[in-house]
């Protein structure tokens, strides 16, 4: 049989079509390697403004955090009970005033060095401290002293209720005895911090200090910092020198940052991400329609609110400043049309602040939607018909459901009061500024507890509170809430916080619109993820299993 010659072009061709035959099927989306690889892909909203657990509020940073340190104690995953972190135990005082905790000899920070009794008491010293201005300092104040020394009329903090017995010996004294303490402290503001490493790249009490960048970060929790590009990736990676590294399973996370929602689902559609934060609203029924999609609705102890701008000084409309204005505002909003036609996810219409519920805590006083006594309040303020009413102003952070809300908020005060209103949309990093500077008129709000209990809601409106940002003063309010922390028994507290929050109600300083449900998009491959009021997810007990083979993106409208 004759043998066929190839030129030698007609070879190389073929070599060619050889070589880049795979490339011709189907690719493996970045979901399937990860899932063999044991990597999360995550999308996480906005870009996070820091990761400097002492100086940040968001969601957003609040994900990343807890995978780069951990506090005394943390969350169970279930059920959100406390549970062994850098302390391995604790002993709580007979007059439950004073805990010890025992810090484990294996923890360590990811530069090698002990973290002892000292690195929580310097951390706490730094937060309290007025030169840093934490906006979670209050958080602190149950310490005995702590409240002092932040405001200044405590100078020695020595004499703040934290004290380094042993080096593995940490002491906190409170000022009142507080069943929901050891909860309290799986929050990052109670997070150590390196100062030995922070103040080598600067004052430790600089909020632009550059310790938290990945050359020169130190951390303490289950992973570590490797790469941060701008708006484009976080990625952490597995410590090695983490106390408890062989429970955790993940090799890494990368978390993607993008002001859109819908680049976040797009992501998760086409196998890009394992778990997006939210949902857009224009893709909720289609996702509901589809079998085994991904998407959940789950119970979240939250507030979507409106802040309203009072300061004397930065406060820009001082009509504001009348409650009458502010109470005719918060009467003028159909919250139930706003849940019902735009977030449609399960949300509870908010008549109050405070989800209820939780420690058997129920508000004394409730918002209603009522036309009529808004029009006459703000006639008797003496804008008649909106006339003469300065035009609002409402900032909101970039989102598809922030906007449609603050449209459908528009309207209603246009129709109803007659008033002007004008949407100012803001980057993540230029909303939180405005808020905390102050420099806005009405700006779109939202609260997450930091534990399941009303307090953590109420104490951030105290006239000291750094995450008030409303300009808005009671003292009556300051009182109530400080009688709470020395209240006899939980009735007896409960009531005083109901009081303090009758006051918040009827002089409108916030609006609440909605209680929150989380709605997002999760793949079947991870596992070890589990509902709670929280949302909490610690990443140590996080997993992604590739055995039922890889996932598939979800096919929008696809037949059972």
């Given at each position: 049989m004759k043998t066929l010659r190839l030129p030698p072009f007609a070879s190389a061709l073929l070599a060619l079509a050889v070589l880049f035959l795979p490339a011709?099927?189907?690719?493996?989306?970045?979901?399937?390697?990860?899932?063999r690889e044991q990597v999360l892909h995550r999308g996480n909203g906005a870009e996070p403004s820091e990761l400097d657990p002492q100086v940040v509020t968001g969601v957003p940073e609040h994900h990343i955090i807890v995978a780069l340190f951990e506090g005394l104690l943390m969350a169970h995953p279930k059920d959100l009970s406390p549970q062994p972190g850098m302390a391995e135990r604790w002993e709580v005082s007979t007059d439950r005033k004073t805990y010890t905790f025992f810090?484990?000899?294996?923890?360590?920070?990811?530069?090698?060095?002990?973290?002892?009794?000292?690195?929580?008491v310097q951390?706490?010293?730094?937060?309290?401290?007025?030169?840093?201005?934490?906006?979670?300092?209050?958080?602190?104040?149950?310490?005995?002293?702590?409240?002092?020394?932040?405001?200044?009329?405590?100078?020695?903090?020595?004499?703040?209720?934290?004290?380094?017995?042993e080096m593995k010996k940490l002491q906190i004294t409170l000022r009142t005895p507080a069943a929901y303490f050891p909860v309290i402290v799986n929050h990052y503001a109670w997070f150590p911090v390196p100062i030995k490493v922070i103040e080598k790249h600067g004052s430790r009490y600089d909020k632009g200090n550059r310790w938290t960048r990945p050359e020169n970060i130190v951390t303490n929790g289950p992973f570590t910092l490797k790469e941060w590009k701008t708006n484009q990736v976080i990625v952490v990676a597995k410590s090695e020198t983490y106390w408890d590294a062989k429970t955790v399973r993940l090799r890494a996370i990368h978390f993607y940052p993008t002001e859109s929602i819908d680049a976040d689902e797009r992501m998760f559609r086409t196998g890009q991400v394992h778990v997006i934060y939210d949902?857009?609203?224009?893709?909720?029924?289609?996702?509901?329609?589809?079998?085994?999609?991904?998407?959940?609705?789950?119970?979240?102890?939250?507030?979507?609110?409106?802040?309203?701008?009072?300061?004397?000084?930065?406060?820009?409309?001082?009509a504001l400043r009348d409650a009458r204005v502010r109470r005719a505002l918060a009467l003028a909003i159909d919250r139930d049309a706003i849940v019902k036609n735009i977030t449609r996810a399960g949300e509870i219409a908010a008549f109050s602040y405070t989800p209820e519920g939780p420690g058997g805590y129920h508000a004394k006083a409730?918002?209603?939607?009522?036309?009529?006594?808004?029009?006459?309040?703000?006639?008797?303020?003496?804008?008649?018909?909106?006339?003469?009413?300065?035009?609002?102003?409402?900032?909101?952070?970039?989102?598809?459901?922030?906007?449609?809300?603050?449209?459908?908020?528009?309207?209603?005060?246009?129709?109803?009061?007659?008033?002007?209103?004008?949407l100012l949309n803001e980057e993540w990093k230029v909303y939180l500024a405005t808020q905390q500077s102050q420099s806005y008129m009405i700006s779109r709000s939202g609260w997450i507890g930091d534990y399941v209990d009303p307090n953590t809601f109420l104490e951030i409106f105290q006239s000291t509170s750094g995450n008030n940002n409303t300009g808005w003063k009671n003292p009556e309010y300051d009182r109530l809430i400080v009688a709470s922390w020395y209240a006899p028994d939980e009735p007896a507290r409960m009531e005083l916080l109901a009081q303090a929050e009758a006051i918040l109600t009827e002089e409108c300083p916030i609006i609440p619109i909605y209680h929150y449900t989380r709605d997002y998009l999760i793949a079947s491959s991870v596992k070890g993820w589990y509902s709670n009021l929280l949302d909490e997810h610690h990443y140590k007990y996080l997993h992604l299993d590739d055995s039922a083979g890889p996932d598939k993106p979800p096919v929008l409208g696809a037949a059972p």
């Open positions: 011709c099927g189907k690719r493996e989306t970045r979901v399937q390697k990860g899932n810090l484990r000899d294996n923890a360590v920070w990811s530069n090698g060095d002990r973290v002892t009794a000292d690195d929580f951390s706490y010293e730094r937060m309290l401290n007025p030169k840093l201005a934490a906006p979670y300092a209050e958080s602190l104040f149950i310490m005995e002293g702590a409240k002092e020394y932040n405001e200044g009329t405590l100078k020695d903090f020595a004499q703040v209720g934290v004290k380094a017995l949902m857009p609203l224009s893709k909720i029924d289609a996702y509901k329609a589809t079998p085994n999609s991904g998407i959940r609705f789950e119970p979240y102890y939250g507030t979507y609110f409106y802040r309203i701008n009072l300061d004397p000084v930065k406060g820009p409309n001082p409730k918002l209603r939607t009522d036309y009529d006594e808004a029009r006459r309040l703000l006639a008797e303020a003496g804008f008649p018909g909106g006339k003469g009413l300065p035009k609002l102003v409402v900032h909101f952070d970039t989102k598809e459901s922030h906007r449609a809300i603050a449209e459908a908020v528009q309207e209603m005060w246009k129709k109803q009061l007659g008033v002007e209103v004008e």
